[in-house]
């Protein structure tokens, strides 16, 4: 089965630094006797030295650790920047926060690794197959589960519950409730918005809909009912910017590559529009 690959990695795939390594330099060679016969003996095992482990490992690590160093780095100085100059404050823990960095890059090398090797396969796989072997509805009922699925799984929604802890429940008693007594119900209502948006983007597949349509039925009413409760009711009016950053913690890591992979593998089934290009939106 043919599969294709963006350009932008073909290149970076292929310009790697490497380095060709003789197995005779990574295997001991066989004692022999005086009548150059060699001596039976059991195998040994290989043994590979650090030198050789980054001979092998360097030139895939690197170009992905710099990818994430192009990314990090720059928000980094911008952030020191902005302390210095705007803030007036010095950089406390200096070695602390570089080996923060540090690790965070680290971190993100591995994670998108497992995103592009692990996750990402796994979604198109799923929207790939399942259209061909189940009816309409299990396709939808298993779109919904995942979504609501990623959701539990993304790292700021636990950043968003952790918030919930600094609120004070005597200027914010609604929001503080929501956070703290009812964080799991807010949870579970987000992951349900993200499988009902997984819904509607398959059926959008399956029956050739525009999504402009699926936007303004969407978001006008949201913009409306901010506006009402931003005016009419200034205790709701608190849990208005959580409410619009449930929606910003659900775009992660961990949903975005999911659903945007789920979308492409049931666009490719379906085989309407730009298969190439689409994604639930």
């Known amino acids: 089965m043919e599969a294709e690959i963006r350009f932008g990695d073909f290149v970076r795939e292929v310009s790697l630094r490497q380095t060709h390594i003789s197995f005779n330099e990574l295997a001991a060679y066989p004692k022999l006797d005086n009548k150059i016969v060699p001596i039976n003996r059991q195998n040994e095992k290989l043994k590979v030295s650090l030198k050789d482990i980054y001979r092998i490992l360097g030139p895939y690590t690197t170009v992905r650790f710099v990818d994430q160093v192009k990314a990090v780095i720059p928000l980094a100085i911008y952030l020191m920047f902005f302390q210095i100059f705007i803030l007036r404050q010095g950089i406390a823990d200096a070695a602390l926060i570089c080996g923060g960095l540090l690790s965070v890059m680290v971190g993100l090398m591995l994670f998108m690794e497992g995103l592009k ?18 009816p309409l509805v299990v396709v939808l009922g298993i779109s919904f589960l995942l979504g609501v699925g990623v959701t539990f799984a993304e790292p ?8 919930g802890q ?15 007594e009812y964080s799991g119900a807010l949870v579970l209502m987000v992951g349900a918005g993200v499988g009902l948006a997984a819904i509607l983007g398959t059926l959008r597949f399956v029956y050739d809909w525009s999504l402009k349509p699926l936007i303004y039925l969407s978001l006008i009413p949201v913009l409306l009912l901010t506006g009402y409760v931003g005016i009419f009711d200034p205790e709701l009016a608190k849990i208005i910017g959580v409410a619009w950053d449930c929606g910003a913690v659900t775009t992660g890591p961990v949903t975005v590559p999911l659903v945007l992979s789920l979308g492409i593998g049931v666009a490719s089934v379906v085989g309407r529009g730009d298969s190439s290009l689409s994604g639930f939106g």
């Open 156 to 163: 700021a929604i636990g950043a968003l519950k952790a918030a």
């Open 166 to 180: 600094i609120v004070s429940v005597e200027k914010a008693p609604y929001l503080y409730a929501m956070l703290n």
């Open 117 to 134: 090797l692990g996750l990402m396969p796994f979604g198109e796989t799923i929207g790939n197959t399942l259209p061909v072997k189940s």
